[in-house]
């Protein structure tokens, strides 16, 4: 018998339609992408959305359709989702931590017909959309003014019909539209999981299970969400939904506060205060930034009640420090993409809230206990079902009605178990009281003599060592028992350690068998698109670098050892030995038993100290071993240099450069003879003027064809008239000598399209697009790749044809084909060197600003200054670091100039040689220290802008510069190596 209730279905328009209505002046406040705070309501983000809608309509977008989005969380990105939903398409969130590859494949795989973007993202949407064949519009989340004058995509996108400012849709648009009138399990949304193994995989949520997981969350012991609180989801909303709060705050009427690109501590502290967030979300990451921020400004959070962190275990520094600093309650919850993503929360029952708060730790460090709508259990390998003792490892399964039935496009197949449920991939315990433990992924775990090792437990502990800025634990090969773990450590800026000082540390906290056989010091710890520590991308990498074991485990400090804790002995591993093992104990016989015998010292490895340099400020140690190197790099131009590689397929295609080790960016030698150049050169000379004489090298005056007449030429032809001819008239027929001329003419095409778009930039008559992007990136390949093919004719002509006639002209074809892939191998392999950045400076932690005289003269299509030194650069090596992670390991030289100089000295000196390096003047202000200046190269006129501060410091005088490109794309090292010329040159002035 069925129940006699309505049934009204469950779709998503229905939030932000109730929220118009009942909640419609409450406000969503965005750090906007193009800088200023901006404010709207629900009842605007209702009306906006449903002109999104017609937009979409008036595209030809149907139900079923995915549209993608690639944006930061804003107001903006709010109504293009409920704009996509309430017709039924579905709405495909894009992550721009991914490399711009996977994007590609991703949007590709999803069928996307249209993608919503921030202005941020469009060097990416450039590179991928030649790869996107369904994507019609672009639509860009901004109005006309701030719309890019010079954007084109990178290669052939013949569907692609051009850039749209989303402002003149939403103005252009009705708001009547009816929305809804679908099922309810229509697909509403479309999240690619990160992909670790094997391709990203499809999660196709509906608008059931979407208003389901709504309802869910906002459950008291939940999120517990109310409309008397201020929402800050600092998730993005490319990450699982942002963990619904797109859905949930809407639906309690809550204000939100949408931060835009900027994820940093100072960023998210100001929103925090100024707009009065009682409750955020965020991965432990975001949260570490925060706290530091906080900690260094001495600022307080009287106004936050509570923060939800997830997506990685959460260290227990963060849940005290919110807790007993800052009177802030933290949840701490596990969930997955598959999971909508909110699968546990570590919210205290009504028991444990009674014990003293130490005694809830353990508690609250799990992941806790799944709310009403989301089943949990642990299984073995075969299946069987695992108790609940807290003692118990087994696979963490998990079913329900806001959980994954299978992917998108049935990729991996069969997703559940007989019983339904959904095998997450996790590794987990839950105890008595229900609350369920992580303790590894199923792939992370470290399998040692057939037992288990949890390394989150072990990262966790080693995260709460004061010195200690991020920790992995991987396994590493053993002889005898499989696996064992291995304890990789970044420190804090300035810090030094042992390796022993971290057994000491670990002593007494995790079983004796747990404890790590070494312990390596790294420059940084690479993390995944989602902010996790990609441990496949650190094994990866250490077996690469040949890291095996030590032939006996790191042991702590004996009492009577001297304190050793020192940089020396930190560098002393340095070139990759197991130097740093100060004490040498026994082999270990069994991990229950790890010996603490003490072995005579070995030789300290000590490493000559450096050449003491007055002028420069030390930074932290040398890295030991490291983790994450630069691979390829795909920016526009080599992205366009691999694609024409793969279309011809006949020839060779274009390796990747290996990796490197992270090394300053060599200045190459001017590419001399060469026949073509794909680039600026790769690391330029200090000025922003291209050395003219490295220019000469254009072959401008490369002959087109042999040279006829003259003496020599003809007693030559004298000479070879003697020779077998394979025409009556004993010459090579007409058309076959016309040929090989062509195929030297299509030979020189790639130089003469370099050579012509450099001029035509230069005199004026080309503009950037054309002369640069097109001719001498992308036209250019393309030309030598279609040489290969004629030149190849040419040879078989000349040897049928008559050798001594035509062969001449075909092997020099050949060698011009040959001298271009040259080129371009020279070029691909100088640019792969330098980073896919655009912005280099000394000093991130207070970013240099430029002047409004500055900015104005950038621009308004200029690539955007940002002072979010967080901001995700986009690109296989560097997706999801920040730039200045990236500037630090990329271009040492960009460091602050530290000297014994008075800043007046010191400025006068820094004017010197900016303007020695041909630069001009556009701030000149020696009283506030502060110097700006621009200057283009020589051919295609890339222009840049740099800026420098001079400031008191205790020594004398503190330098910091910020130099700046403001074309698309990566800047080929040219910022790197000014910043370092004009380091060198004020130093020895
Ligand atoms: P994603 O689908 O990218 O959100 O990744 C989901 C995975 O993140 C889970 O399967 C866990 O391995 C991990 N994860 C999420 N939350 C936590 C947490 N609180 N503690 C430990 N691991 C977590």
């Excluded at 108790?387 to 299978?406: C, S």
Aim: proline share 9%.
């Amino acid at each position: 018998m069925q129940g006699l209730m309505q049934h009204g279905a469950l779709t998503l328009d229905k939030i932000i339609d109730h929220a118009a209505k009942w909640n419609g002046g409450r406000e969503v406040v965005s750090r906007s992408v193009e800088g200023p705070i901006v404010r709207t309501t629900y009842g605007e983000i209702r009306d906006r959305a449903k002109r999104v809608s017609n937009a979409l309509l008036a595209m030809g977008i149907k139900p079923g359709d995915r549209v993608g989005t690639l944006a930061w969380n804003t107001g903006r990105h709010m109504e293009v989702w409920y704009g996509i939903m309430g017709i039924g398409a579905v709405c495909h969130t894009l992550n721009p931590r991914l490399f711009p590859e996977q994007i590609a494949w991703i949007a590709d795989h999803a069928g996307d017909r249209a993608i919503f973007t921030d202005l941020t993202f469009l060097p990416i949407i450039a590179g991928i959309l030649p790869r996107l064949p369904h994507v019609e519009h672009v639509i860009v989340l901004t109005d006309r003014a701030h719309m890019p004058a010079d954007f084109a995509p990178a290669g052939e996108a013949p569907h692609f019909k051009g850039l749209l400012a989303y402002e003149d849709l939403v103005e252009q648009n009705s708001a009547e539209c009816a929305w809804g009138g679908f099922d309810e399990g229509t697909a509403a949304g479309l999240c690619y999981t990160s992909g670790t193994t094997g391709d990203p995989k499809g999660v196709l949520y509906s608008h059931r299970s979407n208003f389901l997981h709504t309802l869910i969350t906002m459950q008291p012991d939940v999120m517990g969400l109310s409309q008397k609180d201020v929402i800050l989801p600092v998730v993005p909303m490319f990450h699982a939904n942002a963990w619904g709060v797109a859905f949930s705050a809407p639906g309690a009427g809550a204000k939100m506060v949408m931060p835009g690109a900027k994820m940093d501590g100072a960023s998210i502290f100001e929103l925090l205060d100024t707009e009065g967030v009682t409750f955020s979300a965020a991965v432990p990451t975001v949260w570490q930034m925060l706290l530091q921020h906080l900690e260094a400004s001495g600022a307080k959070l009287p106004v936050l009640k509570k923060v939800v962190i997830g997506g990685a275990a959460c260290p227990e520094s963060i849940i005290r420090a919110f807790q007993e600093k800052y009177d802030v309650e933290v949840v701490h919850a596990w969930g997955m993409t598959e999971t909508s993503p909110v699968g546990t929360l570590s919210v205290m029952t009504d028991e444990l809230s009674k014990l003293p708060y130490d005694q809830q730790m353990p508690y609250r460090l799990k992941q806790g206990r799944p709310p009403l709508g989301v089943e949990i259990c642990l299984k073995d390998d075969e299946g069987q079902r695992l108790p609940h003792d807290g003692q118990a490892f087994g696979n963490l399964k998990i079913r329900g009605p806001i959980i994954a039935a299978e992917y998108f496009r049935g990729a991996g197949g069969k997703i559940l178990d007989d019983e339904g449920f959904f095998d997450t991939g996790d590794v987990a315990t839950i105890d008595d009281h229900g609350f369920m433990q992580i303790t590894d992924r199923a792939k992370d775990v470290v399998k040692s003599g057939g037992e288990w090792i949890s390394t989150i437990e072990i990262e966790n502990i080693a995260v709460g060592h004061p010195k200690v800025a991020l920790a992995a634990v991987v396994g590493a090969a053993h002889p005898k028992w499989d696996e064992r773990p291995v304890l990789l450590i970044k420190l804090k800026d300035g810090e030094t350690a042992s390796k022993a000082e971290f057994i000491d540390y670990l002593q007494g906290k995790i079983a004796k068998w747990w404890m790590p056989d070494d312990v390596l010091f790294v420059d940084d710890i690479p993390l995944g698109a989602t902010g996790k520590i990609d441990k496949k991308l650190i094994r990866k990498r250490l077996a690469e670098q040949g890291y095996t074991l030590p032939e006996a485990p790191v042991q702590g400090t004996p009492p009577e050892a001297p304190p050793e804790a020192s940089k020396a002995q930190t560098l002393a591993a340095a070139d990759g030995s197991h130097g740093a093992v100060i004490y040498a104990p026994e082999p270990v016989e069994a991990p229950e038993d790890v010996q603490q015998v003490m072995a005579p010292e070995p030789e300290p490895q000590i490493q000559p100290e450096p050449e003491p340099v007055a002028t420069e400020v030390v930074h932290a140690p040398e890295p030991v071993v490291e983790v994450e190197k630069p691979v390829e790099d795909t920016s526009q131009a080599d992205a366009l240099i691999a694609a024409a590689a793969a279309v011809a397929a006949a020839t060779p295609v274009i390796a990747p450069p290996e990796p490197e080790p992270p090394k300053p960016a060599p200045r190459p030698e001017p590419v001399a003879e060469t026949p073509l150049r794909l680039h600026e050169p790769a690391a330029p000379k200090p000025t922003l003027i291209v050395d003219p004489s490295a220019e000469d090298d254009l072959p401008f005056a490369m002959p087109i064809t042999p040279r006829k007449g003259g003496k020599k030429a003809k007693a030559r032809s004298k000479a070879e008239s003697a020779e077998p001819a394979k025409t009556k008239s004993g010459k090579p027929p007409l058309w076959a000598s016309l040929y090989v001329d062509l195929a030297v003419l299509a030979a020189l095409a790639p130089a003469i399209l370099v050579a012509g778009g450099a001029l035509g930039v230069k005199l004026g008559f080309l503009d950037l697009p054309l002369g640069y992007t097109a001719m001498t990136l992308d036209w250019a390949p393309k030309a030598a790749f279609v040489s290969v093919a004629t030149s190849l004719l040419a040879l078989v002509i000349a040897l049928v044809g008559g050798f001594s006639k035509l062969g001449k002209g075909a092997l020099l074809a050949l060698a011009l084909t040959a001298a271009s892939f040259a080129a371009m191998f020279g070029a691909k392999a100088l640019s792969g060197q330098s980073p896919p950045i655009h912005d280099v400076a000394t000093d991130w932690k207070t970013p240099l600003a430029f002047s409004d005289v500055a900015l104005a003269a950038r621009g308004g299509s200029a690539q955007i200054v940002d002072d979010d030194p967080s901001l995700p650069v986009g690109s296989a090596a560097y997706a999801g670091r920040s730039i200045a992670d990236v500037n630090a390991e990329t271009c040492p030289a960009a460091r602050p100039l530290v000297s014994p100089r008075t800043p007046g000295d010191a400025y006068e000196a820094v004017k010197a040689a900016v303007m020695a390096a041909g630069l001009t003047l556009v701030t000149d202000d020696p009283a506030d220290g502060r110097l700006e200046a621009t200057g283009s190269s020589f051919w295609y006129g890339l222009t840049d802008d740099l800026v420098v501060r001079v400031r008191p410091d205790a020594q004398g005088s503190r330098v910091d510069m910020r130099s700046i490109g403001r074309d698309a794309g990566p800047d080929q090292g040219r910022n790197c190596a000014r910043i370092g010329d004009l380091i060198t040159a004020v130093r020895g002035a």
